[in-house]
């Protein structure tokens, strides 16, 4: 992977401009690195997509975006890992296609509320094809509706403002690696050595066979009430305040894939988005504490 890396991020241009997603939207860039990477590798992605913002971003005629780089079916929530199964299936072993990867690109409410069940049964079954999960941590092409993935003390429209999200977010990396499936990973494009943990979990995942699951942790500006310009720094301090470790699990092991050089506050990251503007001091000392339990499991799993 070290192989002409920077070539491979600069030509990233998968995604034509002027397509449908907000300005500053997290995962627009990881569709478009994901593309890059897979057709780089020899591959043709073949996308499975459920009602979420990219089935709008990326269907809408006549300004539809990367013009036939991107192939896709629009599915219904509960049905998109099994349909990612059967078109593994139909790709795989009847037309012998080896070189396409299917490849579910499936929302939080999606993955960790509707289709949860269809999730966990693709898992189970070891079905063959690529799940990345674009994790913006709530309901947002329909108006910011709280989701299993929504963290604590967060404010969406249905967690309001006089009442922000109680609840913990889900631990869908911990749910999925009890699966047993061959390979899940977390990322989330910060800085450039984030980037990189992003093309090698993909690459990796590409040339491994059964269930792969990504989870890349996205900001939206219109949800997490943040600037346009701040989501790469936004990304990168998930990472550096340990909110969101950067990890993989593979062979039944875990492995922190990228340790930050500076550990930061989890404040720095929470006070660029409004939408934690009502958190209280009792508060943030509980995702502090929170936070750093989860991250020192994350140790201590890597260390065995
Ligand atoms: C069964 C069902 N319930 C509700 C909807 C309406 N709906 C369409 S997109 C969407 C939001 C999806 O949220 P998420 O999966 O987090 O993806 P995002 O919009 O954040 O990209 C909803 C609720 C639907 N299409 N089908």
């Not at 340990?242 to 922190?256: D, S, Y």
Request: charged share 20%; net charge positive.
């Amino acid at each position: 992977m070290a192989r002409k890396l920077l070539p491979l991020i600069r030509d990233a241009k998968e995604l034509d401009p002027g397509n449908g997603a907000c300005p500053g939207c997290g995962s627009t860039l990881v569709l478009s690195h994901l593309v890059h990477i897979i057709l780089s590798a020899g591959r043709i992605p073949f996308f499975v997509i459920p009602a979420s913002c990219w089935t709008i971003n990326i269907g809408r005629f006549p300004q539809s975006i990367g013009h036939n780089k991107i192939s896709f079916d629009a599915t219904l929530f509960a049905s998109a890992p099994a349909e990612a199964a059967a078109y593994a299936d139909v790709f795989g072993r009847i037309k012998k296609r080896e070189d396409v990867i299917v490849v579910a690109f499936c929302g939080d409410g999606s993955t960790y509320d509707i289709a949860f069940g269809g999730v966990s049964a693709a898992a189970e079954r070891n079905d063959n094809f690529l799940y990345i999960l674009n994790d913006n941590e709530a309901y947002m092409n329909t108006g910011i509706q709280k989701s299993g993935a929504t963290p604590f003390g967060a404010v969406t429209t249905t967690t309001p403002a006089s009442s922000p999200k109680q609840g913990e977010k889900k631990d869908i990396d911990f749910i999925l690696a009890e699966h047993k499936i061959p390979y899940l990973a977390t990322a989330t494009l910060g800085s450039v050595p984030m980037l990189k943990d992003f093309y090698a979990k993909v690459e990796k995942a590409v040339f491994k066979k059964g269930f792969r699951f990504i989870h890349t942790l996205n900001p939206c500006p219109p949800g997490w009430k943040s600037k346009s310009e701040d989501t790469v720094r936004i990304s990168e301090l998930a990472v550096m305040s340990n909110i969101f470790p950067l990890v993989e699990f593979e062979n039944g092991a875990w492995r922190i894939t990228h340790m930050p050089l500076k550990t930061v506050p989890v404040t720095e990251y929470l006070t660029l988005q409004e939408r934690f503007a009502r958190l209280t001091e009792k508060d943030v000392a509980f995702i502090q504490s929170s936070t750093d339990e989860r991250f020192e499991r994350f140790k201590q799993l890597s260390k065995k």
